[in-house]
Structure formats: structure tokens, C-alpha cells
């Protein structure tokens, strides 16, 4: 083996996979790099996980091995699928969000291009056609959108204050023609056994909260539940560039879009979702999360193909 390399299986921490990232992408200097680098992503070449991903029966099948799997196939992002309408007589929906495990910072943009554009050319490749998704993007519009037109198409929003991939429920259980349950079942039950890395702080902590949000989570508690003291707690949030408010704050933002959207709920019922005693408060809050009143930002959502800025 030369000299310098690292042992085949060792893994490499985070810290080291962002700054390669970073690296690549100023090296090579182009607007197509991190949609390029999605294009290789998944199924990966994990084994018994890559090929239960390529017997992915359905799109929903493969989406559910994707977040059930994250910490092995993406684990710089968090994917979660949230489904709502099915079986209610209407046309329901389903959202893939992308949060951050490890602190990305500057480079979530291009994180989000490449871990979008794997999930689509995963699915165009096993599903044998494209699917209509519609992208949600935590970011103003770049200057330029040649690249996201050609590897994502058309149906593009920036400002959405979270990092989603849209699609009609009726696409979510149709089969795909490479697909065989019984070969994902047997490759997924090899998976099981060989276990899965702990998420990222980040990835966990979101999901701390978002189970407890309508009970106002506190730095104390939280802290508490994860075994250490608030002020270790405090340091480990500094050092992926946060802080427990604004984690707080991202997950009430992301439910209450998410009621906004696949709801239809009123502030009225949102404020008391989260846990507000009045809607005037939730009104507030919103607005300081977002920069917007919940008015127009539901207005910007009911409108397809709106830019929300």
C-alpha cells in the first residue's frame, strides 16, 4: 500500500469530508460540479444496503431505505419523507427535507444540489422515467440556473426557509421495473445486521426536537436527555456553527410550513400546535424565524412556481 494512504475501511470523520468537498469544488471551479458529483452518489457502494437501494420495489420504498439508512448513504445531510392526503379523497402529497447533521456552513448549497440530484437520477434510472418533483430551496435564487434547470428541471422555489423535494403521493407506490421486494427484503435484513454509525449532532438533535416541539423543548432539558451539561452542550452546538435557539427555531419553522402546506392550517391553529397562547405571538415569531408574516409565506406556497423571497 503507499506510503500516506489510510487502510481500506477506515472511515473518514466529517470534518475531513466537508473540507475534500471544499476542496474539489474549488479546484475544479465550475457551476455543474456538485450537481456532477450527485450524479455518482447513490446507490453507492455500500454492500448489502447499495444493492437493497437498486431493488428499491417503488419510490417510496427507495425514500424510506434512504432515510431510514442516512447515516450510511448520506450522512452530511438528514433526509426525512413526510407523506399527507392518502386516503382522504384528495390528491396527496410527499416531501423530502434535507437538514444538516454536521455544520456544513458555506457549503450546505452545494450539499443540497448534489444530494437532490442523486435522489432524482437514482429514481429516473430505477423507475425508467423522470419524475415530476418539485424543489424547495433554504437559499436565494443564484444568479444563474442553467445547472438546476438541466439536472432538477423547471419547478424550482428559493427562500423557502427549508431544503425540500415535492412529489404528487399517486408516484409513491407505482412499481418500478427493475424492483423485486424479495431481493430488498433479504439485502435489508444483511443491512440490519451490520448495524448503522450514530447520526450527527445536528441530525439527532433535530429529531429530539421535532418529537418534543409542541412541548417547548428547553437548552436544560435537552441537555440533560443527551447527557451532558448546558454548557457542554452549548460548546458542541458552537462548534458546528449554531446554537440550541436556532436549531429550535428551524424545527418550529419547518412544522409550521408543513402544516401550512399539507394542512392547510390557519395561524390559529398552528400557534396552538406549537404551543403559542395566542396567534398574534406565533405571528411574531414566525415573522422573526422567517423574516415574513405566515400570510405571505402561505400565499408564496399555494403558488405554483413562485419565488419566495
Partial sequence: MPAGLPAPGTLVAPEQALRLLANTLRALDSPDTSFMLGQQLLPGHDGALSHALLQAPSLRHALETI??????????????????????GEVGGAALVWTDSYGAHSLRPALVEMHMTAVVALCRWLGGTRLPWRFCFNRAAPRHLEQHEVHLGGELRF???????????????????????????????????????????????YDYLLERVRAGPTL?????????????????????????????????????????????????????????????NFRRSFKRWTGQTPALLRAALGTPGAVVQ
Fill in 159 to 205: 427562500g423557502c426557509h427549508v431544503d425540500a423535494m415535492l412529489i404528487d403521493a399517486s408516484w409513491l407506490d407505482a412499481p418500478w421495473p427493475r424492483g423485486s421486494v424479495l431481493a430488498a427484503a433479504v439485502a435489508l435484513r444483511t443491512v440490519a445486521a451490520e448495524g448503522a454509525p450514530a447520526p450527527g449532532l445536528l441530525a439527532a438533535l
Fill in 220 to 280: 436544560e432539558q435537552t441537555a440533560g436527555d443527551f447527557g451532558v451539561s448546558p454548557a457542554t452542550f452549548k460548546r458542541h452546538l458552537q462548534r458546528h456553527g449554531t446554537h440550541f435557539q436556532a436549531e429550535l427555531d428551524q424545527v418550529r419553522t419547518h412544522v409550521a410550513l408543513w402544516l401550512f402546506h399539507a394542512r392547510r392550517a390557519g395561524n390559529e391553529q398552528v400557534a396552538q400546535y406549537l404551543g403559542f397562547h395566542d396567534s398574534a
Fill in 67 to 88: 432515510c431510514a439508512w442516512h447515516a450510511r448513504l448520506t450522512p452530511l445531510l438528514r433526509p426525512r419523507l413526510q407523506v399527507w392526503g392518502e386516503g382522504e
